[in-house]
């Protein structure tokens, strides 16, 4: 089967499952109640896993699916700072004493676009209110083009110790047709200066399926990447979903290319990361370095995924904070009112600003695990998963059947209790773990939540 037939049969619109259930199938009925009982249920050395999010960019980029607005006066981040720390002392007073968190990450938009010391206070307090490891990971994304000398300091004085920067593509003409202008020598000094700071893991982000984007473009573009020695690459598939984020609707639909051209885009990033720069693949779309610890987790079966993508030793509990964040808890997961000035109202009226979630059953606590494996180890063996869970694992089996033509097609192995994806099936992983996901609407007649396209 060609490229072209296996993308027509396959290049549905599946989730990127960083969580099962995915965010779409969350409910209002799970709200501030549930969270607060399932926080004041958390065993007390139970460890947690931070994470804030800062929905604010000095730019706007046309590609853009995160969660963020451009911000150019410093009152709404003041004030958005001072919601965050009123946050944080919610949670830390319903745990009830100072929990221990081995890991912060400070995601966006673009967390730098706080002032300087907002971020230093919020970190001061985080460091009062919990017992953050000596060895934390504490972690931030970051534009590189608004990475002042200032900021570098203040990072410093956050004690953060890993960094991704956003790339997408080092192509002029690519960047001017995606409104972000970004030159090499300005990710290498951001990537240089972090270095320097003291960050021991280094990811860079990069992006296929843009306008103007050739095979040799983003080649060069992976090459350049490599110059700058990450510990880790992420490449993303574009995922345009102008119904969502409507300024996506200032890309033309078309000068985007083709889902043929995505994959041979993809292929010759994976080429020069693999071949050239000898990262190993990792799951759907990371790639690291083999002394990397994402890639020694991957080697030991340990790999794990969750909202920020692939992860090594996550804690059991992860706590969101900020617009929008999820947290995941044995319970099941929350999610904070995306709407900036409401998430306020409430933090600032002493409220836990939860709008949805879901409360987790057993049948989903055994296709997480199984769609998990799937997303991280491109293997699973279903009896074994479902054992593990003291399961019975004919339901699995039975939806597993469609992985015959999977086969027949040479997407996976699959001898009847256990499947492994191959090479040619690795871009197609989301539409295997989609057999096991119950609330993923097969039945085309029925509403589904759109996602991007599969491939
Ligand atoms: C929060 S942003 C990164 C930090 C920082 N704001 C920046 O732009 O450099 C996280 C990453 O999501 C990816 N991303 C954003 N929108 C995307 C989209 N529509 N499709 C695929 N990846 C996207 C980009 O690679 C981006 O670097
Ligand atoms: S890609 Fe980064 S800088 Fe650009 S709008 Fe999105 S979050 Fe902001």
């Known amino acids: 089967m060609t490229h072209a037939d296996l993308i027509a049969r396959y290049d549905g619109r599946v989730p990127r499952y960083t969580s099962y259930p995915t965010a779409p199938h969350f409910s209002a009925e799970i709200g501030a109640a549930h969270y607060q009982r399932w926080l004041a249920a958390l065993p007390p050395a139970s460890p947690l896993s931070l994470y804030l999010h800062v929905p604010f960019c000095d730019r706007l980029c046309l590609y853009c699916g995160c969660h963020t607005s451009v911000a150019r006066h410093e009152r709404p981040k003041r004030i958005y700072a001072e919601a965050l720390a009123r946050e944080i002392g919610l949670l830390a007073d319903i745990l009830g004493q100072r929990a221990r968190v081995s890991q912060i990450h400070w995601g966006g938009g673009t967390p730098t676009a706080l002032p300087d010391d907002c971020l230093t206070t919020l970190m001061a307090l985080l460091r009062t209110r919990f017992d953050v490891a000596a060895d934390a990971e504490i972690a931030i994304e970051i534009d590189p083009v608004a990475l002042s000398p200032d900021k570098l300091a203040t990072l410093g004085r956050m004690g953060i110790n890993r960094a991704s920067l956003g790339v997408q593509d080092f192509d002029e003409a690519v960047q001017a047709a995606i409104g972000r202008p970004q030159s090499f020598a300005q990710t290498q000094d951001a990537a240089q200066g972090l270095r320097a700071l003291g960050v021991t893991s280094l990811n860079l982000d990069l992006i296929y399926g843009l306008p103007l984007q050739t095979e040799a473009s983003v080649a060069r573009t992976a090459r350049l990447a490599l110059a700058l020695s990450p510990d880790r690459v992420a490449v993303f598939g574009y995922a345009h ?57 991957l080697r030991a079966g340990a790999l794990q995924r969750g909202f920020q993508g692939y992860m090594v030793d996550a804690a059991p509990v992860l706590l969101g904070l900020g617009a929008s964040a999820i947290g995941a808890l044995p319970g099941g997961y929350v999610q904070t009112q995306p709407r900036i000035p409401a998430y306020e109202e409430a933090v600032f009226n002493g409220r836990l600003p939860i709008v949805r979630g879901f409360a987790l059953q057993p049948d989903d606590r055994l296709r997480r695990a199984v769609i998990e494996r799937i997303m991280c180890d491109l293997a699973v063996d279903l009896p074994a998963v479902a ?28 001898n009847g209790r256990s499947l492994r994806v191959t090479e040619p099936g690795r871009l197609f992983v989301r539409n295997v773990a989609a057999l096991f996901d119950r609330y993923l609407t097969r039945d085309a007649s029925q509403p589904q939540p759109r996602h991007a396209r599969a491939v």
């Open 241 to 297: 979903v102008p119904w969502m984020k409507k300024h996506q609707a200032l890309i033309p639909e078309a000068t985007l290319p083709d889902s043929t051209a995505r994959l041979h885009q993809e292929t010759a990033i994976r080429q020069v990361l693999e071949q050239e720069g000898g990262l190993l693949p990792i799951g759907l779309d990371h790639y690291a370095r083999p002394e990397d610890e994402m890639a020694q987790a």
């Open 387 to 414: 054992a593990s869970f003291g399961a019975d694992p004919a339901p699995l089996l039975a939806d597993a059947q469609p992985l015959s033509g999977f086969a027949a097609d040479g997407l996976v192995e699959w």
